[in-house]
């Protein structure tokens, strides 16, 4: 039987150049990508985030051996309007934006010998367990490709752009070097706690999510809200002017026209979010007061910290099934060391640097004129 992890012999150019994982990595920045690291899927064959449901490249390809994982930043902008609707329609954009480069790398792979392809990035496999579940996972694509740890939403938190990031995976039959996760918790954590204060639909769970609450604001006119209407439609068709004339028929033809609505409807967790540069250059003044906080969402976050604390002890009765052994691996298993505080002192003094540069580059343009 031939070796079919082979890379293939009919090579049709590969332009002289050596195709590793530093030539893939420049190769997707100029494309566009805002971010890019590798995994190896040996690891995501060994690591699925939930063994019960494997969500692994091997039961895609088997003959997968990396994912190239590239990440597409959300401009800040959509996070300073007055409604989500911006934010909705750009999230549109950039899935599409991602897609095109993720294609063209796998293109480019392909012509230099290596079979590779790319899944889509916001995909529910339907025989996998219910609600959003995919068959790759992306955001623990994104630390196992060194490119964030999970947040106390379990949201992935890239130290550049925080959770105002979408990604996907590459699947390459190319043998490539992969990256070191990041080990230090890059969330805040349960001091913190601004994206539990922010949710409209409570949400947040201590380093998880009630993914059926969020799909309640996130995917407004999702696949429940479909399927809603027709249950209502079919046990009373008596209402059928009235239905297909409602705001909620709308929103499903606006979902099926421009995929709006469908999901990634509420931005709240990642408008809030402080970690990454784009938080503290664009959006610390627009965001700092949280309108959903109420004393109800301040006592959980307390609840939340004293239940953190008690895990830290060790003790079984306390421990927290989203930081367990096996979780823990892309929480961060050193704990938060400071990561954003340092990113932010280290932001103002560039911003200082800049402002002092600009202001000589003025004066002396001044003396000469
Ligand atoms: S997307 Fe919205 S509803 Fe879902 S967890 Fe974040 S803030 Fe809550
Ligand atoms: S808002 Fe705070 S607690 Fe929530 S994910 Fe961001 S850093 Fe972590």
């Known amino acids: 039987m031939p070796d079919s992890s082979a890379s293939r012999p009919f090579v049709a150019h590969n332009g002289g150049d050596a195709v590793d994982a ?126 964030g740890t999970l947040g106390l939403e379990v949201n992935i938190l890239t130290p550049e752009f925080g959770p105002r990031v979408y990604l996907t995976g590459i699947l390459t039959e190319l043998e490539l070097e992969a990256d070191s996760p990041i080990t230090e918790q890059v969330c805040i954590g349960e001091s913190c706690s601004r994206c539990l204060h922010s949710c409209p639909a409570d949400a947040v769970l201590q380093w998880g999510i009630d993914k059926r609450k969020c799909a309640t604001e996130a995917q407004e006119f999702g696949f429940a809200s479909m399927l809603g209407i027709f249950d209502r439609l079919f046990a009373n068709p008596a209402t059928a002017r009235e239905t297909f004339r409602s705001r909620d028929f709308f929103g499903f033809w606006q979902g099926l026209l421009r995929v709006v609505g469908s999901f990634g409807d509420c931005p709240r967790c990642l408008a809030v979010c402080p970690v990454g540069n784009d938080y503290h250059a664009h959006l610390a003044d627009i965001q700092k007061v949280i309108p959903e906080k109420t004393p109800e969402k301040v006592a959980l976050a307390k609840q939340y910290k004293a239940k953190r604390v008690a895990h830290e002890t060790g003790a079984p009765e306390a421990q927290l099934p989203g930081l367990s052994e096996w979780n823990e691996r892309w929480v961060g298993p050193e704990g938060y060391k400071g990561m954003v505080a340092k990113q932010m002192q280290q932001f103002k003094r560039e911003q200082v640097k800049k402002a002092l540069e600009e202001e000589k580059a003025l004066a002396e343009q001044k003396e000469k004129a």
């Open 22 to 147: 530093a030539w893939v990595k420049a190769r997707a920045k100029a494309l566009g990508a805002d971010l890019v690291g590798i995994a190896s899927a040996k690891t995501l064959n060994a690591f699925p985030p939930d063994p019960r449901w494997p969500q692994t490249p091997e039961r895609i390809s088997p003959h997968c051996k990396s994912v190239i994982v590239i990440v597409q930043r959300i401009p800040s902008g959509a996070f300073r309007c007055k409604t989500n609707t911006p934010v909705q329609y750009l999230d549109m954009l950039i899935l599409r934006k991602m897609d095109k480069v993720a294609f063209r790398l796998a293109e480019e792979l392909e012509r230099r010998g290596h079979p590779s392809l790319v899944t889509a990035a916001q995909e529910t496999e339907w025989t996998y367990k219910r609600a959003s579940y995919g068959r790759l996972s992306t955001r623990h694509l994104g630390v196992e490709a060194g490119l």
